[in-house]
């Protein structure tokens, strides 16, 4: 489908601009927004603080490639109409929020296609997944592959779970939409 | 005056400004120690057990030391860009919010701590990265310099030789404590020659390429140095960290455990698939 590979191709020049250009210039920034930088609705989500950051967060987003399958590609093609939708929420849910960088939020939206689409496994990640988020959420969460003083945001995996329904709930509409016309 | 007289004492000026371009020149030295600017009066560094408070994200400054303000030293336009350079290195850290460059003019020589807070305070910054610098030239004739007795050979031989030793050496000091946090060194040497009558220029020119080397060591070096820094507040506690208030940076990302848990799953996944296959 074409706009799906525009999607794909989107999300390739994406994660590429936000990681190669400054990070300073690409991050989730609340003071930027204000003085009007809405690039970083999109490029925030896919700027990391680090290459262990970044390779943590890709190899999350192979292994729920493996267990969902060829499916996967229209969650991914997903993934820059959702980016500035989470970065919103991170604006009303994380009010402390100052800078935020990371791809693990729209992990959040993966995981909720794999949970539909991956079968028993996929079903088995997304309650893990779940329980994870609720633990995080009580505790505080933080991450070894994060540099010094930068903790984990579990709002974003909150936001990112949530679009991931929104997601799906998009998919049903237009695939019932698509068999009632036919 | 006969012509005999006229033509001894031709020759009598051309040996004797022959003989002046022959013998060494000497040399030039370039000095800004970081020890006489902060401790101008000789005074004992104090030994305060205290540590370091750092938070972050850190407003840092970096300047180099006034020197003593002799002609020929790198011009103030020539010292910014170096420091760019450095600023450049380190911009693109999250725990590093600002770097400033700090103007020497804004910095007294022997000025001492009082001095170096007063700068942080106007540039408002928390830590600050001062250049001290030591360069030497020396400057000599090589035997090709026999050819400036035919006074053209001082514009087409190259009879004259420089060597340029350059240290330059960043010192992190928190401004609060005025506690030394780290350093590192970095140094070039330059050799060259030119013939007399651009000596100056190309010595000059040396001198700048001397430092603009010697930067470029320091900047390996001294990431070097912070990265061992982080290291050492982390595992000795040297310093303490703390977030400033309304400063809360946020990471999407997966820790261990997911990625343990995803990697697991997709092992099954993949052995499923064999199976049904």
């Known amino acids: 489908m074409p706009v799906e590979r525009m999607l794909l191709a989107t999300l390739v020049v994406l994660l590429a601009a936000a990681n190669l250009l400054p990070g300073e210039a690409m991050e989730w920034n609340r003071e930027a927004f204000g003085e009007g930088q809405w690039w970083r609705l999109w490029t925030g989500q896919f700027c990391h603080w680090s290459a262990l950051h970044l390779a943590g967060n890709l190899a999350a987003v192979g292994a729920i490639a493996l267990i969902t399958g060829r499916r996967i590609?229209?969650?991914?093609?997903?993934?820059?109409?959702?980016?500035?939708?989470?970065?919103?929420?991170?604006?009303?849910?994380?009010?402390?929020?100052?800078?935020?960088?990371?791809?693990?939020?729209?992990?959040?939206?993966?995981?909720?296609?794999?949970?539909?689409?991956?079968?028993a496994i996929g079903r088995l990640l997304g309650?893990?997944?779940?329980?994870?988020?609720?633990?995080?959420?009580?505790?505080?969460?933080?991450?070894?592959?994060?540099?010094?003083?930068?903790?984990t945001t579990w709002q974003a995996h909150l936001g990112g779970i949530l679009l991931g329904i929104a997601t799906a709930?998009?998919?049903?509409?237009?695939?019932?939409g698509r068999l009632s016309g036919s | 005056m006969n012509g005999k007289m006229i033509t001894t004492l031709l020759l009598a000026t051309l040996v004797l400004s022959g003989c002046a371009t022959w013998f060494d020149r000497g040399g030039q030295i370039h000095r800004g120690s970081v020890v006489d600017?902060?401790?101008?009066?000789?005074?004992?560094?104090?030994?305060?057990?205290t540590v370091p408070e750092l938070r972050l994200p850190l407003r840092v400054g970096i300047a180099?030391?006034?020197?003593?303000?002799?002609?020929?030293?790198?011009?103030?336009?020539?010292?910014?860009l170096l420091l760019k350079r450095v600023r450049d290195a380190f911009a693109n850290r999250p725990y590093i919010a600002a770097i400033e460059v700090i103007p020497s003019t804004y910095l007294r020589p022997r000025g001492g701590f009082d001095n170096l807070q007063q700068a942080a305070r106007m540039f408002n910054v928390d830590v600050v990265a001062l250049l001290s610098y030591d360069q030497v030239q020396f400057s000599d004739s090589n035997r090709l310099s026999i050819f400036y007795w035919t006074i053209v050979g001082g514009y087409f031989i190259n009879?004259?030789?420089?060597?340029?030793?350059?240290?330059?050496?960043?010192?992190?000091?928190?401004?609060?404590?005025?506690?030394?946090?780290?350093?590192?060194p970095g140094t070039s040497q330059i050799k060259g020659s030119s013939p007399l009558v651009k000596f100056a220029e190309a010595s000059r020119e040396a001198r700048g390429e001397g430092y603009r080397q010697a930067v470029d060591d320091l900047i390996p070096r001294l990431n070097t140095q912070l990265e061992a820094f982080r290291v050492r507040v982390k595992e000795e506690k040297v310093a303490r960290i703390v977030e400033k208030p309304g400063y809360n940076r946020g990471s999407g990302s997966?820790?261990?455990?997911?990625?343990?848990l995803l990697g697991t799953l997709a092992a099954l996944a993949m052995l499923k698939k064999r199976h049904a296959g």
Not at chain 2, 64 to 80: H, K, S, W
Not at chain 2, 160 to 180: I, W
């Open chain 2, 159 to 184: 009879g004259s030789q420089y060597d340029v030793n350059t240290l330059v050496d960043a010192a992190v000091f928190d401004m609060t404590t005025r506690s030394l946090l780290f350093r590192a």
């Open chain 2, 254 to 260: 997966v820790d261990l455990a997911t990625l343990g």
């Open chain 1, 127 to 151: 309650l893990a997944y779940l329980a994870k988020l609720g633990f995080d959420a009580m505790r505080g969460g933080s991450s070894p592959l994060l540099p010094e003083g930068i903790s």
């Open chain 2, 64 to 80: 180099f030391v006034p020197g003593n303000n002799t002609l020929g030293e790198l011009p103030e336009t020539e010292r910014e």
């Open chain 1, 169 to 176: 709930a998009a998919l049903r509409y237009r695939r019932a």
């Open chain 1, 73 to 119: 590609q229209r969650w991914l093609s997903a993934l820059p109409l959702l980016a500035p939708l989470l970065s919103l929420f991170l604006l009303a849910a994380a009010p402390a929020l100052t800078h935020y960088r990371g791809l693990s939020g729209l992990v959040g939206a993966l995981i909720v296609g794999a949970a539909l689409e991956g079968g």
């Open chain 2, 37 to 49: 600017y902060l401790y101008p009066k000789g005074e004992q560094p104090t030994l305060t057990p």
